[in-house]
């Protein structure tokens, strides 16, 4: 009887060391991606050394018991939720610069004068919509940035037309300095 519990016991704690090993790996094989689309070639390499280090460790030991089926069940599982705790860990990281398009219909005097107020670089221009002119404005911000940012436009324009578009780099213009340190052309000295 003691047997049996032992093997369950090893079974229960090799499923859930498995499990949390491909959460983590997974988590870090997420993050190394963006790293790297995100040019941070230095923090890149160490992130993957890890993540693979972590799935050796997982996948030894679904080798070693190559026939039980907790083991599959932890590996997908960890798989599934490493997914989730990445995508989640990245969006609260929020590396990377967005293009925010407005499309203004009326006066958006408030509004422009509220972005300038909070740091923000904005171009303006009048353009033609459908049902006449508008104001487009443009502004080049951190993602961390984008809820405070959405805060005020909607506080002051509710009713602005908004698109937002993941920028892979700047060069050129005067940037606050909410967005310099995020820029990988700034740093190589463009």
Same mark, same amino acid.
């Given at each position: *009887?003691? =047997? *049996?519990?032992?093997?369950?016991?090893? !079974?229960?704690? @090799?499923?859930?060391?498995?499990?949390?090993?491909? !959460?983590? +790996?997974?988590?870090? $094989?997420?993050?190394?991606?963006?790293?790297?689309?995100? +040019?941070?070639?230095?923090? &890149?390499?160490?992130?993957?050394?890890?993540?693979?280090?972590?799935?050796?460790? =997982?996948?030894? $030991?679904?080798?070693?018991? @190559?026939?039980?089926?907790?083991?599959?069940?932890?590996? &997908?599982? #960890?798989? &599934?939720?490493?997914?989730?705790?990445? @995508?989640?860990?990245?969006?609260?990281?929020?590396?990377?610069?967005?293009?925010?398009?407005? @499309?203004? /219909?009326? %006066?958006?005097? $408030?509004?422009?004068?509220?972005? /300038?107020? &909070? #740091?923000?670089?904005?171009?303006?221009?009048? =353009?033609?919509?459908?049902?006449?002119?508008?104001? *487009?404005?443009?502004?080049?911000?951190?993602?961390?940035?984008?809820?405070?940012?959405?805060?005020?436009?909607?506080? %002051?324009?509710?009713?602005?037309?908004?698109?937002?578009? $993941?920028?892979?780099?700047?060069?050129?213009?005067?940037?606050?300095?909410?967005?310099?340190?995020?820029?990988?052309?700034?740093? /190589?000295?463009?």
């Amino acid at each position: *009887m003691s =047997a *049996m519990c032992n093997e369950i016991f090893s !079974i229960i704690i @090799i499923s859930f060391l498995i499990f949390f090993a491909r !959460i983590v +790996d997974v988590s870090l $094989q997420t993050l190394r991606i963006i790293f790297t689309s995100k +040019d941070k070639i230095k923090i &890149a390499p160490i992130v993957g050394f890890f993540e693979v280090f972590i799935w050796l460790l =997982a996948i030894g $030991q679904l080798f070693q018991n @190559i026939t039980n089926i907790f083991y599959y069940l932890a590996y &997908a599982s #960890g798989f &599934a939720t490493g997914n989730y705790v990445g @995508i989640y860990i990245e969006r609260k990281i929020s590396l990377g610069l967005l293009n925010i398009q407005l @499309i203004l /219909k009326k %006066d958006p005097t $408030q509004l422009l004068n509220s972005l /300038k107020t &909070a #740091g923000y670089g904005l171009t303006t221009f009048t =353009a033609e919509g459908k049902s006449g002119k508008v104001k *487009m404005v443009i502004l080049i911000i951190k993602r961390k940035n984008l809820n405070e940012l959405l805060r005020i436009i909607e506080k %002051d324009y509710p009713n602005a037309f908004i698109s937002i578009e $993941q920028v892979q780099s700047v060069r050129g213009g005067l940037f606050s300095s909410r967005i310099k340190s995020h820029s990988p052309l700034f740093r /190589k000295g463009w």
